[in-house]
């Protein structure tokens, strides 16, 4: 098993970046393809990135802008977020897939951290 923390969001202007943090603690994150999703009022939640290893994948609406990554001394995966627009405000959550398959079918996700809210505002 393992716990998800999303932290770094934040409100920021039209243009701007944050960068998220997902730390994961009760077991290495290795084992895991850990994704990203969002989730804005009244839509679905979507998936924005993940990363299994060395591999990574993006949605075609964040493709050149946001970017994973992970630290292991840390266990921790990073979503920078670049040239933010008001599309991209939600909240962020990570997860964790123990079956460590290459989707963003939400149900495939095992874990997930409670989330972290992303506006982007002038």
């Known amino acids: 098993q393992v716990q998800l923390v999303e932290s770094g969001g934040g409100l920021v202007q039209p243009g701007g970046s944050l960068r998220l943090s997902c730390a994961a603690s009760g077991n290495n994150l290795d084992y895991y393809t850990i994704a990203w999703f969002r989730q804005a009022p009244g839509k679905e939640r979507e998936g924005v990135s993940l990363?299994?290893?060395?591999?990574?994948y993006y949605a075609e609406f964040v493709k050149g802008r946001f970017t994973i990554s992970r630290d292991n001394a840390k266990n921790t995966v990073y979503l920078q977020m670049n040239s933010l627009n008001a599309e991209d405000t939600a909240v962020y959550y990570c997860?964790?897939?123990?079956?460590?398959?290459?989707?963003?079918?939400?149900?495939?996700?095992?874990?997930w951290g409670q989330g972290t809210q992303v506006t982007v505002s002038s």
């Open positions: 997860a964790a897939d123990r079956s460590r398959t290459l989707t963003f079918d939400k149900y495939e996700y095992d874990y």
């Open positions: 990363i299994r290893g060395s591999s990574t």
